[in-house]
């Protein structure tokens, strides 16, 4: 039935907004549904010739017949016109949402060192805490996003708007619109140290790694002190 | 989009919190120090035992570092908050006055000052939980009466607003649909052409 | 220079600040509301420029000023004049100027987000020489640019390669427009901070009772006008 394609490729979009990536692009049924609307199109242009043809030729019943015709087959091009930009939307909209974490997507090639995550763990310092936590305010928004899966124009699109927001941003130079939308409640931190090292050296001044001790201090200068298992916070 | 969806037409936990920071609160400093301007509001000079009011954020940020003990707010004990409770039995039709931000402010008090505060916390949390519950009782009950114009919930805190929110705005925004609905039946049947305004229909939101 | 100079800098940068006849006595509650107003409002508020000119010079000073302060303390950290009392009043500077930041930045990610979704309805409407302005001119060229290349996306993924009579954008012909517009009549949580009592206008003609501080839930066009007017916060 007409229509039918184009309910696939929106069970294909509702199923990518519960994703926190982006699925691959559904090439082929973007080319069907839009075969399908050529073909409606060529049965819409039939029967306004058919109609205008035999005008006189037809009973009032048959004239009756052409028009719904006409309708239904109008409709139906138009509702696969609205599947399709319902469904490039919502993947617009999740490539808004990545190119706002400011980090970087992940490219073709890593694909081949088995290492599949690295595009992820070499970004900047953003919410990578709140990011893998299930209840946190980023569920469901779109933190990783694969070059491939990307169709060539999405992939362009990606890139204007990564500039556009530079452009925005560059407004705003001393606010971190890109940074953690959880509030700012625990910028400073009471942590013991686990294990002895060396000096650490922060903006508040420097203090040393003794088994035991205890500091109060900026959390973001300590993250990774504390992933490495040298300090916890208390 | 944007921002992430969490986000868009409701407040987070998290963030009713962050509201409740801002609060003052009577501080007992016990060190001096010097007067500080910040970007919107003024920290007064501290001199020891001298009491001074300052925004809540400020308050425990000084009480990690032993610098001050804080005052519990005059309605943060055992008495009161049981007065409060047999008010909301009292008058099952009216939510008792409370503070803006109680259940954050205790909450966070309790978990960070609770040397400070005047009775044991465990009585205190009891007290707040029998509260806590009436009053959902009582809007739960209240949410019956739902219709597609106007409620009102005078008395209500922003964080019992918030979590109400979800479903009275879905129910409400229901019964206005078909409300509508029925209105533009009656006004079709007299005219032909009907001027609908802005109309919303949520297609996108797939 | 020493420590209590450091600390007079903070104050006399925030006085020559206020000096410029700061319409806001209460900066921080201000911007509160405006993200919140702007989060629960089914439209886009108008920007709020004055406010936000201010927030962003004071924040551009206070953040220099601990620039500053840190050099100092790192230059004396051996001389052991900085001591851990100095520390902690810039570590409640930090946490300050911090708050503001995600303050902001929950504002203007919110209005973004309210204008991608309705982009078309609000580039007409800044078409439209008698309507108010909505946008900040930062505004209006994402607004812009970002339509021409979500266009440009929509083109050539699909709509170039379809019938004539289908590769509008921004059609509305046939039963259903496919330009979103914003819908005003929605429900809001809202409160009422008017010290005077009022009464507000409902739909079927009725005037509901407000109250000092009293909470309700009302359609939003009703009390539109009231929150510009500042009587009324959205929740």
């Not at chain 3, 509305?172 to 005003?184: F, L, N, V």
Request: glycine share 2%; net charge negative.
């Amino acid at each position: 039935m007409y229509g039918d394609i184009a309910n696939k490729l929106i069970l294909d979009a509702k199923r990518t907004s519960n994703l926190s990536e982006l699925p691959l692009y559904q090439t082929d049924l973007v080319k069907d549904i839009l075969k399908e609307i050529q073909d409606l199109n060529n049965d819409s242009e039939y029967l306004s010739s058919e109609k205008e043809l035999q005008q006189d030729n037809l009973s009032e019943e048959q004239l009756k017949i052409n028009q719904c015709q006409l309708f239904v087959t109008l409709l139906s091009m138009r509702r696969n016109k609205r599947c399709l930009l319902a469904y490039q939307r919502l993947r617009a909209e999740k490539i808004v949402e990545f190119s706002w974490l400011n980090i970087d997507p992940i490219l073709e090639s890593s694909t081949n060192n088995g290492t599949t995550s690295n595009g992820s763990t070499a970004n900047t310092a953003k919410p990578k805490s709140t990011i893998h936590d299930s209840n946190s305010i980023y569920n469901n928004y779109t933190t990783q996003l694969s070059l491939d899966n990307l169709n060539h124009a999405e992939q362009e699109y990606l890139k204007s708007y990564q500039d556009l927001i530079l452009n925005y941003k560059s407004k705003f130079y001393d606010i971190d619109l890109s940074g953690d939308l959880e509030p700012p409640t625990n910028i400073f931190i009471d942590v013991r140290v686990l294990k002895d090292g060396g000096e650490v050296q922060t903006e508040y001044g420097s203090f040393n790694l003794i088994k035991d001790s205890q500091f109060y201090v900026r959390k973001s200068d300590v993250d990774r002190l504390i992933q490495q298992g040298y300090l916890e916070e208390l | 989009m944007v921002l992430p969806a969490q986000l868009q037409n409701n407040l987070t936990p998290s963030e009713v919190n962050f509201l409740a920071e801002n609060e003052l609160v009577t501080i007992l400093p016990r060190y001096t120090m010097q007067k500080m301007q910040l970007i919107g509001t003024k920290v007064p000079a501290l001199r020891a035992m001298r009491r001074e009011s300052v925004p809540l954020w400020v308050a425990l940020i000084l009480k990690s570092q032993d610098k001050c003990s804080i005052i519990p707010p005059k309605w943060l004990n055992v008495a009161y908050l049981k007065d409060k409770y047999d008010e909301e039995v009292r008058k099952p039709n009216q939510f008792s006055a409370l503070p803006w931000n109680w259940l954050e402010i205790s909450k966070m008090l309790l978990a960070r000052a609770s040397d400070d505060l005047s009775d044991p916390s465990h009585l205190l949390r009891s007290v707040l939980q029998d509260l806590r519950e009436i009053r959902l009782v009582k809007s739960r009950k209240g949410l019956k009466e739902l219709n597609e114009s106007n409620i009102v919930l005078n008395g209500l805190s922003l964080l019992e607003i918030n979590e109400l929110r979800p479903f009275v705005l879905t129910v409400m925004n229901k019964l206005r649909q078909l409300h509508d609905t029925s209105n533009a039946q009656d006004i079709a049947d007299q005219d032909e052409y009907e001027d609908g305004g802005y109309d919303d229909d949520d297609d996108d939101d797939i | 220079m020493d420590i209590d100079d450091i600390l007079e800098e903070f104050e006399t940068t925030a006085k020559t600040d206020l000096k410029k006849t700061s319409v806001h006595d209460n900066l921080y509650n201000d911007l509160i509301t405006a993200m919140i107003n702007e989060r629960m409002a089914p439209e886009l508020l108008p920007y709020k420029k004055e406010l936000l000119d201010e927030v962003l010079q004071r924040l551009s000073n206070q953040q220099q000023n601990l620039l500053d302060s840190h050099e100092y303390g790192e230059v004396n950290a051996s001389s052991g004049v900085v001591s851990s009392d100095f520390k902690l009043q810039l570590m409640i500077i930090e946490t300050d100027i911090e708050r503001y930041n995600y303050l902001v930045r929950l504002y203007l990610r919110t209005r973004l987000t309210k204008i991608d979704k309705h982009a078309i309805h609000y580039i007409n409407e800044t078409m439209e020489s008698d309507k108010e302005i909505r946008l900040s001119p930062e505004e209006e060229e994402y607004i812009n640019q970002h339509f021409k290349i979500i266009t440009k996306l929509y083109n050539n993924s699909f709509l170039k390669k379809m019938p004539p009579s289908l590769t509008l954008l921004d059609d509305t012909a046939g039963e259903e427009s496919m330009i979103e517009h914003p819908d005003i009549n929605k429900h809001v949580f809202i409160k009422s901070i008017s010290t005077t009592p009022m009464y507000i206008k409902l739909d079927d003609g009725e005037d509901l009772p407000i109250e000092k501080d009293g909470i309700y839930v009302v359609k939003y066009n009703v009390i539109k006008k009231y929150i510009d007017l500042g009587d009324i916060v959205l929740i």
